[in-house]
Each structure stands twice: as C-alpha cells, then as structure tokens.
C-alpha cells in the first residue's frame, strides 16, 4: 500500500468507526486532509462543531486563524496535512479522555507512518502530550525538539488563542519562526532531503527528544 492508499484506509476506517463511545455523538468523523507527501503536519486535538459538520478539520475561527498564520510565513493550508489526535468530536468539546485518545492513537500513527513528515507542529497539550511527554506546554512551545528523528514543533492551540487574546501574539511569534525549525528539520538528514548539508554535531536528529536552543 502506498501513502496516498494508506491515508484512504485510514480515512474511510475512521468514517465508520467505532472504537470509542465517540462515536455516539458524532455527525461525521474527521480523518485529516492534506498532501500525502505533505512535509509538515500539524495535529491539533479534536474536531469541533463546524469540523463535525463538515468532515472536515479546522474549518472554523481557529481554522481561519491557522489558515493567516500561515499565510504569514508564506504557506497554504493546502501544502501541509492536518489532522488531530481524535478524530470523532468530543461532546461540548470537553477535552479527549484516555482511553478516547488510545482507541484513536493507531490511526494517527498510520497517518505519520504514511506521510513521514520531516516536521510535525503539535497544536495544544494533547498532540504534544503524544510526543513530549510529561513537558509543560508554557515552558516549551515554539521550540522544536528531535524525537526519533522527527522535529517536533509544540505550539499552542489556534483556538487557546482565540479564547485568551494574551496568547494571540505567542502564537504568531511562535508561527513566525517557524520557517527557522522547518530549514532545521530540512538540514537534518531527513529522507524526503537527501542532498541536505550534513547536521551540525550539536544538532543531530540522534539526539532524543532533546530541547534545542534555535530560538
Ligand atoms: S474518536 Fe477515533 S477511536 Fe473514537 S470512534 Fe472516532 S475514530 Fe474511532
């Protein structure tokens, strides 16, 4: 199977799923949208009433708002994948339970797998929670961290912001330098850059979930 055949299973396995009581009170499930060669990822956390509505993820404000963040440093939500780490909406949009995040972990696990992104934006505390655990958000948004040869980027939720207008200017800082961490990824080795210079000795992907000082 290939990526592009990967990410169809995926999508029409979490259409009909049932793994969690999520389920119950969907409208439709949100299997994520973007290139299957996509080199950024952005996981966010669970759909909410518009991505119900639609399928579809972030197409409400906070979706808007990622869409002129990235608009900022020169992307289109087209060139990036966007998923979360629920895909069926959380009644009220409480925050996702434990055991709704395990059900549904294999299908984002599928989808990374498939992309193979040299760089993954976390959007809240779930998503990062899924590679930097036991980290404080506050502490570390904006700076990214090799995981098993991955850049992780955390950054606050679109959303958070919204809601609390002190964040707003964290998050497009953070935004802002995030074609920084990108030229970093693109220098580490990653397969999808295999002509890249190679990584400074003090920046090598080897080097677990080690917090760098790029910014
Ligand atoms: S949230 Fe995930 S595990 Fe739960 S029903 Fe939806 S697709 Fe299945």
């Known amino acids: 199977m290939n990526s592009l055949e990967t990410l169809a299973d995926v999508a029409s ?9 999520l389920h119950f ?3 439709n499930a949100v299997p994520g949208e973007g290139p299957s ?11 909410g009433f518009y991505e119900n509505e639609q399928g579809r993820p972030f197409v409400g404000q906070a979706g808007k708002f990622l869409e ?4 900022e440093i020169g992307m289109k939500r087209e060139q990036v994948f966007i998923a979360n780490v629920v895909k069926c909406r959380p009644p009220g949009n409480r925050d996702p339970l434990p055991e709704e995040l395990a059900a549904c972990n294999g299908y984002l696990d599928r989808q990374i797998e498939a992309i193979n992104p ?4 976390t959007l809240g505390r779930f998503s990062m929670a899924k590679f930097l655990p036991n980290t404080r958000i506050s502490e570390i948004h ?3 961290v090799w995981v098993n040869q991955r850049l992780i980027v955390p950054m606050f939720h679109p959303a958070a912001a919204l809601h609390q207008p002190s964040l707003k200017a964290t998050v ?8 920084e961490a990108i030229e970093m990824a693109r220098r580490g080795g990653h397969k999808k850059i295999e002509d890249s ?14 917090q760098l000082s790029l910014f």
């Open 13 to 21: 396995q979490v259409r009909v799923c049932e793994k969690c009581t």
């Open 25 to 27: 009170s969907r409208k």
């Open 37 to 47: 060669d996509a080199e950024i990822m952005f996981i966010g956390e669970g759909p």
């Open 68 to 71: 002129e963040l990235l608009a």
């Open 118 to 121: 040299c760089i993954v934006v």
């Open 142 to 144: 904006g700076h990214p």
């Open 172 to 179: 497009i800082a953070d935004f802002k330098r995030l074609p």
């Open 197 to 210: 210079p190679a990584v400074p000795e003090e920046q090598t992907p080897d080097e677990p979930a080690e």
